[in-house]
């Protein structure tokens, strides 16, 4: 005979009467009623699809470069690039008498006016129009001018080390614990398909997705009780913004942010209207319900493969996934990059 938890008894009277006509509500009740159904196909499995990733607007700015050291310059993955200029602050507020301007890339060649990826303008400015990840490096302009027309010819170098970039990944990972049937039973899993079916159906309107990550069921001593079978889900939360499609919706109200935090919302709405329905039941309890107070969320943010956060390396973008060097990434946390023997970065052979 398993027994059911002590505290985690249904209380009548202190309920609120919910509102019976509401979306959630009904959606509580249809998968309560799910638990009471007859035995039906195990299914074979779920499609677990990747989160997707966020998008940043690049603003047009106009980096200047530096004779003393290499400027860093972040553009966002696939996006336009701001505009590199091949001067020097003082420079950019001073007249030069015949400029020449000449780039060249990270592997020594030089970038031309007819370039399809990159755009060298009549003022020597370096445009990206649609940005890799295999762009990036460390870029030279080389720049002859005079002062003035008596003066002679002037040269300089000026370095830039151009990162790509991405957003970090950011989703809410869910965690909830339901009385279960029996671990073998194929109750659990026709269960398990249909509350995902339902927590799909619920974000869905907020261009956001459920994501399944783990589904596990173990039997559990409860204090001083029996035991008792209990479902462990884990589940995500993400949005579904693709890196080079647009956003879902333009209006500013539909950031992904503010989307995610509705998506949120919703879904802590259904596990406490799933209590609100158990407490209008009567005796006796379905075999698979919600175990109330064991939803918990966190908020995730983690940068995809191959980029990592570094607030001393990169300060101008602390809160970016700015591309790794060679060899640096870290898969162990999926957020920062290991320190390399580089001051340059993307020559780097080996990490510490």
């Not at 980096?63 to 001067?87: A, D, E, R, T």
């Not at 559990?220 to 879902?248: I, W």
């Not at 075999?287 to 101008?316: A, D």
């Not at 700015?322 to 970065?345: E, F, K, M, T």
Request: one cysteine or more; a positive charge; proline letters at 6%.
């Amino acid at each position: 005979m398993e027994a059911s938890a002590p505290g985690r008894r249904r209380r009548r009277g202190w309920r609120r009467a919910p509102v019976t006509g509401s979306p959630l509500f009904r959606a509580a009740v249809v998968l309560l009623l799910s638990a009471f159904v007859a035995r039906a196909s195990p299914s074979v499995g779920y499609l677990i699809r990747l989160p997707r990733g966020f998008h940043l607007t690049q603003d047009a700015v106009k980096i200047v470069g530096s004779s003393n050291f290499p400027v860093k310059v972040y553009v966002m993955l696939h996006q336009k690039s701001p505009h590199v200029l091949c001067v020097t602050p003082r420079l950019r507020n001073s007249e030069m008498i015949d400029p020449s301007f000449q780039w060249h890339g990270p592997r020594g060649k030089i970038i031309s006016v007819e370039n399809s990826t990159a755009q060298v303008t009549s003022t020597g400015s370096l445009i990206f129009q649609n940005f890799e990840e295999s762009m990036s490096g460390v870029y030279t302009c080389f720049l002859e001018y005079k002062p003035t027309v008596e003066e002679i010819v002037k040269n300089l170098q000026l370095k830039y080390v151009i990162y790509a970039y991405r957003e970090p990944h950011y989703y809410y990972q869910f965690t909830a614990r339901y009385h279960a049937a029996p671990c073998n039973s194929i109750y659990n899993i026709s269960f398990e398909k249909k509350l995902l079916q339902i927590l799909s159906k619920l974000v869905l309107d907020l261009s956001c997705e459920v994501s399944l990550l783990k589904s596990e069921c173990h039997r559990v001593k409860m204090q001083r009780a029996g035991l008792q079978n209990e479902l462990f889900f884990t589940f995500s939360v993400s949005s579904l913004d693709t890196e080079k499609g647009p956003k879902p919706c333009a209006d500013h109200n539909c950031e992904s942010s503010k989307r995610l935090s509705k998506a949120k919302n919703l879904i802590e709405r259904f596990f406490n209207q799933q209590v609100e329905v158990l407490g209008r039941r009567a005796e006796p309890l379905p075999e698979i319900y919600y175990i109330e107070g064991t939803l918990q969320m966190v908020w995730i943010n983690r940068c995809f493969p191959g980029y990592g956060m570094n607030t001393l390396k990169h300060p101008k973008c602390p809160e970016c996934c700015v591309i790794c060097s060679p060899g640096s990434y870290n898969p162990r946390d999926g957020i920062h990059c290991l320190q390399c023997n580089s001051s340059l970065a993307f020559g780097a052979k080996a990490c510490l």
